[in-house]
DNA sequence: CGATTAAAATGACTCGCAGTCATAAAGTGA
DNA sequence: TCACTTTATGACTGCGAGTCATTTTAATCG
């Protein structure tokens, strides 16, 4: 009896389409220019029935910042899977980082978004949101990971705790990238512009402060 | 002939007694539930009076902004005052830009709903906006000058691009005030609160991590 | 196969708000 | 007092999020 399995792939199968829909409308208008009318209108559903997947547009949103953030856990994951020394991964995880904001803009927009509505009481009744923190939580559990590596294998100054470096980390980098992010088309932060500071250039200088703080003694590249 | 002036007075006058009623609205609702109407009964206005002052609701949240950003700077520009040598200049900055966050969380959050406008074109035609971006220039060179002092008193680094290095401070640094803010109040952050790690040792750990970093030689606290 | 019931989809409708604009009031100057 | 300009008003429009009574589709059973 295979219905019921069936049903739920199709219901899944709905899901998607209604993301992929919100994803065209939202990425090509944004949030506040698009409408539940012309995502129903671009999956080929009435607005009705998306809300009988979403219980608002928030929701919907979230949907998509769910889907980036299982995008850049895999590749996360991928990565601890390289047999690389902690000092590197750590590196590696935050230009990781940095490419998937440079290549899906719209991701990290969504991104953004989330985090400027945490404190909207809606989010908390979300299971989509509740899977974003279970991604975050995952995110941040594979910085821990690449610290401890670092720390065995003695490329990581062992005196830290992991898991506040960790969070150090991740909250700086995510500064930088979102400075990366708004250096790209179509964003009005002047300064950015008139310095003409190339991001990668940024992100190296970031990342050389950073290793030379965290490393341990025989390993800081020092001149 | 004053009477040129005195319109002008109380024109800024009622700007102020907007931006006030705003605030009270926009603090305790939130920007998505406050309405012009209920901001205009705050100020003892009409709706269409609040028109005649601002463009938009989002352009009357960019003035809340813009106070926020005039406050900050000041307090900035207070601590370049100070005799400290270039290197606890930096990290006063930081400190004062973290107190600033946990004091008036509310004014972040406008400059976290305003970085989030920044690729909506509206913003470009606001002369309020313009004048937040007056404010990110002047922040960041704030960054700029206390590391050139550090420079010339040998506490920082030489061999760093003064402007590069302002840019990869402000970033990394909101990244920081970000999470701490996160972790305040009504904010829905699952791991933050699971891991129960304090803020100010976050902060701590983080000026420690980049002292070691731009320091120069001498003047890096080694154990 | 109908017939019956359950589940999913629909789109017309409500409601609330951002933003407008014709009208009114207040201020200015002669 | 009158003519004219500037500022304020709030009724009004348009639009879009979210709802819900109704219809359509699909599963279940005799």
């Known amino acids: 009896m295979g219905i019921e399995e069936r049903k739920q792939r199709e219901k899944e199968?709905?899901?998607n389409v209604i993301v992929d829909a919100a994803e065209k409308v939202i990425f090509s208008k944004?949030?506040?220019?698009?409408?539940?009318?012309?995502?129903?209108?671009e999956a080929e559903l009435s607005k009705g029935t998306l809300y009988l997947?979403?219980?608002?547009?928030?929701?919907?949103?979230?949907a998509i910042t769910l889907r980036g953030s299982d995008m850049l856990?895999?590749?996360?994951?991928?990565?601890?899977?390289?047999?690389?020394?902690?000092?590197?991964?750590v590196r590696k995880l935050g230009r990781l980082y940095l490419d998937f904001v440079k290549?899906?803009?719209?991701?990290?927009?969504?991104?953004?978004?989330?985090?400027?509505?945490?404190?909207?009481?809606?989010?908390r009744e979300s299971d989509i949101a509740g899977q974003c923190e279970e991604n975050r939580r995952e995110?941040?559990?594979?910085?821990?990971?690449?610290?401890?590596?670092?720390?065995?294998?003695?490329?990581?100054?062992?005196?830290y705790d992991p898991r506040e470096l960790a969070m150090v980390l991740w909250a700086s980098t995510r500064g930088i990238t979102t400075v990366t992010h708004m250096k790209g088309e179509g964003h009005y932060f002047r300064v950015l512009d008139?310095?003409?500071?190339?991001?990668?250039?940024?992100?190296?200088?970031?990342?050389?402060?950073?290793?030379?703080?965290?490393?341990?003694?025989k390993h800081k590249k020092e001149s």
Chains 1, 2 share one sequence.
């Open 194 to 217: 008139e310095m003409e500071i190339d991001t990668g250039a940024l992100f190296d200088s970031y990342l050389a402060l950073l290793s030379s703080g965290i490393a341990s003694g």
């Open 103 to 123: 290549e899906h803009p719209d991701y990290f927009k969504a991104f953004m978004h989330y985090e400027s509505m945490s404190d909207v009481e809606e989010l």
């Open 139 to 159: 995110a941040l559990s594979f910085i821990i990971r690449a610290l401890q590596i670092g720390m065995q294998d003695g490329t990581i100054d062992e005196r």
């Open 13 to 15: 199968e709905r899901y």
């Open 30 to 41: 944004g949030i506040e220019q698009a409408t539940m009318q012309e995502i129903a209108r």
């Open 73 to 89: 856990n895999r590749r996360f994951a991928r990565a601890l899977g390289d047999d690389h020394s902690g000092l590197e991964l």
């Open 53 to 62: 997947y979403f219980k608002s547009k928030n929701e919907l949103y979230t």
